[in-house]
Each structure stands twice: as C-alpha cells, then as structure tokens.
T-cell receptor
Framework: EADIYQTPRYLVIGTGKKITLECSQTMGHDKMYWYQQDPGMELHLIHY???????EKGDLSSESTVSRIRTEHFPLTLESARPSHTSQYLCASSPTRDRAYEQYFGPGTRLTVT | GQQLNQSPQSMFIQEGEDVSMNCTSSSIFNTWLWYKQDPGEGPVLLIA?????ELTSNGRLTAQFGITRKDSFLNISASIPSDVGIYFCAGRTKTSYDKVIFGPGTSLSVIP
C-alpha cells in the first residue's frame, strides 16, 4: 500500500484567499507530481519534480506554484484562489529506478472556491 | 500531442459477468499502466506492463500489452459490486520521457 498523504481532504474557501495544499510521501521517491482532475474526467499534469530543488510545469497551464525543499514534501500553492480553480487536486510519486513510471497517488484534495 | 482513447466510455453489467475494456493510441508506447479510481479517492495502480505481448494478472484482473505497442486491454472476470469505479489506462512513450499520459477512463457500474 502506498504511503502518500494529502491534506486537507476537502477545502471550501472564498475568492482571493491564498491556499497551500500539502502532499507528503514516506516511500523515499524522488519523483513527485500534481494533477488536476474534474469529477469523472481525465487527469491533467500541472507540476512535477525530479527531486529536491527541481520543479517543472506540466502539460496543463496552472496558476499554482510548487516547491520541493525536502524529498518527502511537495506542497502546491495558489496565491489568489478563483472559482475556476475549483477541482480535485491529486498528488503522486514514483521511484527513480525500478518501476520508475508506476505512480502512486494520494487520496486527493477537493477544492471549492466560492 | 499524444492521446489515449478508451472504450467503452461507460458500461453497466450484471454481477458475475466478465468485463473487457481497451485503450488505444496512434503512438507507440513503452509502458502501459491500468488504474482504478473510486469516487472521491485517488487512482490505485492495478497492473503495469512493460513488454509487447505481455499478459499479467492480478487476482480477477488480467491486462495485456498489445503486440502493436499501440494498445492495451483489461479484463475483469466474475465482476462483483466493489469493481464499480473508473478505470484509467496510462502509458509512456519514448518522447513523453518521465511523464505518463492518462486516458479519459471507462466508468464501470455493476448491477447486483
């Protein structure tokens, strides 16, 4: 069973607020990812990281930012939340070598911006 | 860009029936992955495939890496109510590097 955690699980917040979604994994994985997913729809990669101090933008443009100061921690920040940011945000990690493309997902954060 | 197509988009079956779904692309894939997502949860990895023609089982689930490298199949035998969810295929091509491309999903409903 994958050990990857996301908090909060649910968040309802007003427009203009700054929010940080937390993601932590205890598997020692170097690679971590953030996906955005609308209910029942496909996953869109918004950020990824190969390791500490490495961050890259994904295929879907996002106004969020990420940081990777520690291997186990990959938080995502929205400086000013808008209703268009309402979605589910999924964090994932994968090992570097063996089975490097097998991504393990957290439970997700469902964000609603009013 | 590279895209994955999944069919069927949704299916309703009776408990005990077998299920087949597939994933296709116009690009050649080096890795195929199958995930299941329950409502309100993150996807869970079911099966990973690494070689053309490879057939791998995980309990009642069996997946195959298509011989053309452009498709993959997932079968579920003797379905049960907890099989309900969305099944995503995902894969990696030579040019997607470390990124994995996800399909749009197949929604499975099981009627008791």
């Amino acid at each position: 069973e994958a050990d990857i955690y996301q908090t909060p699980r649910y968040l309802v917040i007003g427009t203009g607020k700054k929010i940080t979604l937390e993601c932590s994994q205890t598997m020692g994985h170097d690679k971590m990812y953030w996906y955005q997913q609308d209910p029942g729809m496909e996953l869109h990669l918004i950020h990824y990281s190969y390791g500490v101090n490495s961050t890259e933008k994904g295929d879907l443009s996002s106004e969020s930012t990420v940081s990777r100061i520690r291997t186990e921690h990959f938080p995502l920040t929205l400086e000013s939340a808008r209703p268009s940011h309402t979605s589910q945000y999924l964090c994932a990690s994968s090992p570097t070598r063996d089975r490097a493309y097998e991504q393990y997902f957290g439970p997700g954060t469902r964000l609603t911006v009013t | 860009g590279q895209q994955l197509n999944q069919s069927p988009q949704s299916m309703f079956i009776q408990e005990g029936e077998d299920v087949s779904m597939n994933c296709t692309s116009s690009s050649i894939f080096n890795t195929w992955l199958w995930y299941k997502q329950d409502p309100g949860e993150g996807p869970v990895l079911l099966i990973a495939l690494y070689k053309a023609g490879e057939l791998t089982s995980n309990g009642r689930l069996t997946a195959q890496f298509g011989i053309t490298r452009k498709d993959s199949f997932l079968n579920i035998s003797a379905s049960i109510p907890s099989d309900v969810g969305i099944y995503f295929c995902a894969g990696r091509t030579k040019t997607s590097y470390d990124k994995v491309i996800f399909g749009p999903g197949t929604s499975l409903s099981v009627i008791p």
